[in-house]
């Protein structure tokens, strides 16, 4: 059960970040108004927002979820795998120190991104990615070993349009899996439940759940109507802004 989440709105240069979406520029101020709705939307979840400042050092910084990867026992700090991005882990490390005692930390020649660790109950997927390699996955697998987790790689590199494993891929409880259908073929899932999200409807296979509630992306009608008749809270959010960026729903934030 979770009862924190760090996150931290985007810089005034957001624009400025990485993006291959093509869907034009992202409008700061909507941008804005879409994180504040998001963290309202964190907290009636009940979580205790640790609210960090905004970093024009990195556009990118909004997405705090590529930072860490936080488990119950342990934190572990990232080494991005975008070079411009590298610099994002120390402020969330800092915020993490009045929460656990024992971190890890990826280190060279290992990349990864919180992005594509997938955290299913007490087993891990993790991505094998443009931002995260083979190294990076192998040392988080040996972090999550030692502290009693099991884990699995899932190479997502062939799959066009998937930035990182959750950009399509989310743990719904119960042995379930919210996929894109590009993943479902995928034996390191297959014993899993599966709910498919067809292409039309690909972005919102990124939502993140918490306790009995799901924050999914709104303007996904059929996934949205599939996941409330399965009986599933959901609580739809505008992520226009977010998405011109590459970004998904979930790495908005971390949550512990
Ligand atoms: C990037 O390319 O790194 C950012 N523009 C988007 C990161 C999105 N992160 C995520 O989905 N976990």
Redesign the pocket.
């Known amino acids: 059960m979770f009862t924190h989440s760090i996150v931290r709105p985007p810089s005034a240069n957001f624009a400025g970040?990485?993006?291959t979406a093509g869907l034009g520029a992202p409008n700061l101020e909507k941008a804005l108004e879409q994180h504040e709705r998001y963290c309202e939307a964190l907290e009636r979840c009940g979580l205790l927002l640790t609210r960090l400042a905004p970093d024009p050092r990195y556009p990118?910084s909004t997405?705090v979820?590529?930072t860490a990867v936080l488990t119950a026992r342990c934190a572990v700090i990232t080494r991005?795998g975008?070079m411009s991005?590298r610099g994002e882990t120390s402020t969330v490390r800092k915020a993490l120190e009045s929460f656990y005692g024992t971190f890890h930390e990826i280190h060279a020649p290992g990349t990864l991104?919180?992005?594509d660790v997938c955290e299913a109950g007490e087993h891990f997927f993790i991505g094998v990615s443009e931002?995260t390699n083979a190294e990076g996955a192998r040392q988080l697998a040996g972090f999550l070993s030692l502290e009693g987790y099991t884990s699995s790689t899932v190479d997502v590199r062939g799959i066009a349009g998937l930035?990182?494993l959750?950009?399509g891929l989310a743990y719904l409880g119960e042995g379930r899996l919210l996929a894109d259908e590009a993943l479902a073929g995928l034996k390191a899932i297959s014993r899993y439940r599966l709910i498919c999200v067809e292409p039309a409807e690909r972005y919102a296979a990124?939502c993140v759940r918490i306790d009995d509630r799901l924050l999914l992306a709104a303007g996904y009608p059929k996934i949205e109507a599939k996941l409330r008749g399965l009986g599933m809270n959901v609580i739809a959010l505008d992520m226009s802004e977010f998405r011109k960026?590459?970004?998904?729903l979930?790495?908005l934030s971390l949550r512990f």
């Open positions: 970040g990485l993006t990118d997405f979820e590529d991005p975008a991005r991104d919180g992005g931002r930035l990182h959750k950009s990124n960026m590459d970004g998904g979930s790495c």
